[in-house]
C-alpha cells in the first residue's frame, strides 16, 4: 500500500516535472446564481476574456493563467465556504465582490489565507478601512467621490438654489446624502435643502413623497435607489406622472440597462454620472477601451456595461503589477497598485490612492432617448 | 439479584465511556487525519458551529414539537454581542460569552412569554415575524452595525488562569468548537433524561396524561423554549469569531433552512442527528456542489421529501426497510 503510494507519487512528479511552470491561479468570486447571477456572470465574463487575451500574448511571468470561478450566492456564509476552498486550491489572486457583505465576510478568510484580493465592485467604504485587510485594492468609486462629482454638478453648474433629496432609507441611501451635504458645506452652496423625503429600497410605490416633492418647486432633487430593476423603473415614472418640474438628478451608477428597458422614455432628461459607458466619449476615443468593448461584443454578444469593464480593469491592473514586481507575493503586487498609477486599463490610465482605491473619474450623462438607453455626456 | 448477575450491569457503563471516549478523542483528532490542512480545521469548525446552532432549534422541535423560524435571532444575538463587545469594547470571550447567554435568555423568555398560547402554524408564524423584524433593527440600526455588518473582530480571546488562549487561527478555533459541541451534546443528552425533557415530551405526546398529572404545559413550552436560545446563540457567538465579520445577514433563510433541514434529515430525538445532518449538508455543499441555484434546489427538495414521506429522517427510512421482509 505504502509502496504503491509511494510510486503514484513518484510518477506525478515526474509526469509534472517537465510542465514545471504550474499555471497561475486566477479566482474569481461572484454571486452566479440568483437575483444578482446575471451581474456576477458578467464580471466574471470579463475575467475570463481578459486572462485569455493574456494567455494569447504569451501568459504572465513565462507561465499561463487559469481561470477558477466560484458563485458566492450572494450569502455571505457561502462566500466564506468559497474563499476557504480558494486558499485550498492555492488561488493567486482572487477577484471578488458584487454584494458589500459578501466582501466583508470573505475579506479576512482572504487576508489570512495570504491571499491577494481585489474587490471588483462592492461599494462599501469598510472594504477599505484596513481593520482586515490591510492590503486591500477596490476598482470600483466610493461613495464619497460620487458625492463629489453629483454635488459639484448641482451647486457649480446647475447653480441649483433650492435642492430636495429622494433618500433610500438605508445605511447606502442615508450615506450618500450625508456625503453630499458634507461637499455642499465644502463647495460654500448658498442655497437650501428644502425637503428630505425618504423610502424603504423594496418600496415601488412613491406618489405620497413625490406629491409632496412636487410642492417644493425645487430645481434639482437628489435620488439615491439602487433597486435598479423594480423599484427605480416605478420611481421615474412615477416621477414624470406627478409632472415635476425639478430635474431628477440620480446617484452615480444607478441608471442600469434594467432602468431603460422598465420606464424606457421616462428616464428622459434624467441626468446622473457613472464611470464607464461603451458608447460615450471618452471611452469611444480610448483604443485600450474600444479594443475592449470590441472583444467582448465578438465573444459575449452584447456591449461590456460598467461591471464587466470593472472585472476586465482589476485583471490588466494585477497583471500589470506582476508583470512590473516579477512576483506572485501578495504585499509586493498590493504595494505596487496601491498609491500607484497604471496605465492602459479598459478605463484608460488611472491612479490609485494609498488606500488603495482606484481614482474614479466620472463622466456625467442625460438622458436623451430612454427608449433607446440614449445618453448625452455633458461637460 | 444473583451474584453472576451482577458485574453485567458494571460492564456495559464501562464499554460504553470507552467508546464514547474513542470516540471523543477521533473526534478530536479528526481534522488531523483529513490532513490537517486549514480547510479540513475550517470546514469541521463550521460544522462543530452549525451543529451547535442546529441543537438550539432541535431542542424546541423534537421535545416541543413545535417548528420555531425565529432561532435565527439568538444566532444573531450571539454574533452581534461577540462581535460589538469585542470589537468596541475590546472585551474577552468569557465576557462576550456570558453576554451572549444572557441576552439570549432575555430575548427568549420575552418572545416564549408572548408566543405562549400560540400552537403550531401560528407559533412558526410568530417566530418567524420575530426574526423580520429582529433583521429591520439589525439592518437600520447603525449603533450595532447597520446594513453594512461589523468589521475588525479580533481574535477569541479566553484568559484562563494558567494560559491565555488566543484564537487568531482557523486551527486554534477547532479545539473551542469541538468543546462548544461536546458540552451541548453533554447538555442535550441530560437534558432527554431530565424530569423537563421527559415531562416536555409527555405534554407534547400525550397532554391529556400530563394535565391529569397536574403539569402546566405552558410553563414547561417556556422552560423549553428558553433553555434552547443560549445554545443556538453561543453557536453565533463562535461564528462570529470564525469569521470576523458579522452583519445583518445572520438572519437569512441559508441558517434557518440550514437548521431545519439538518434536524429533519436524520431523524427527531436522535442525539447525534443533527450533528450528522449539518455535517452531510456542509459536505454536499462545499464538495459535491451543483452549484447556486441548484444546491438550493437540492437542499429545499431534501426537506420537502424527508418531511412528506420520511417524517422520521433517514433513521425512520432505514427501521422501514429494514423491517420489509
Known sequence: MHRTKLALALLLGLASAPAMAQDIKVGTIFPLSGGAGPDGQTVTNAVKLMVQQINEKGGLLGRKLSVISKDDESTPAVGVSRANEMIAEKADVVIEGWNSPVTLAMQPILARGGILDITAVSKSDLILSGETNPYA???????????????????????????????????????????????FKKLNFSGQIVMTEKFAFKDTDFRVQLTNLNGTDADAIIVTNSSNSSGLPAMVDQYRQAGIKSTFVGAVGIMLSTVFKVAGEANNGVISADIFFPDLPPFTTQPESTSFVAAYTKAYG?????????????????????????????????????????????????????????????????????????????? | MTAIESPRPASIPLLRVAAVTALVATGFFLPRLLGGTSVAYSTLTTIAIFAVMCYGADIVLSYLGEVSLGHTVFWAIGGYAAANLSAKYGLNGWVTAAATIALCLAAAAFLGAVTLRTREFVFSLVTYAAAVVAFEIAFNWDAVGGSDGIVGIPPLKLPMLVTNFSGAMQEDLWPVAFVLLLLTLAFIARFRRSRLGTTALMVQMNPALAASLGVDPRRIRLAVFVISAPITGLAGWLYAYQRAYVGPDMFESYFLVMMLTAIVLVGRRILLGPLIGTALLITQQNLLSLGGDWNKIVLGSVLALVLIFWPAGLVGLYRRIARTP
Open chain 1, 137 to 183: 485594492i477596490r476598482i470600483n468609486s466610493s461613495n464619497g467621490f460620487d458625492a463629489e462629482v453629483i454635488a459639484k454638478y448641482v451647486v457649480q453648474t446647475m447653480k441649483a438654489k433650492k435642492v430636495a433629496f429622494l433618500t433610500q432609507n438605508d445605511v447606502y441611501g442615508n450615506g450618500f446624502q450625508t456625503a453630499i451635504e458634507a461637499e
Open chain 1, 302 to 379: 452584447a456591449a461590456p456595461d460598467k461591471s464587466a469593464a470593472l472585472g476586465a480593469a482589476a485583471v490588466q491592473v494585477w497583471a500589470q503589477a506582476v508583470e512590473s514586481t516579477k512576483s506572485l507575493d501578495r504585499k509586493t503586487v498590493a504595494e505596487a497598485i496601491r498609491g500607484k498609477s497604471v496605465k492602459g486599463t479598459v478605463f484608460g490610465d488611472v491612479q490609485f490612492l494609498p488606500n488603495g482605491q482606484m481614482q474614479p473619474r466620472y463622466v456625467l450623462f442625460r438622458v436623451v432617448d430612454g427608449k433607446n438607453a440614449k445618453l448625452e455626456a455633458l461637460q
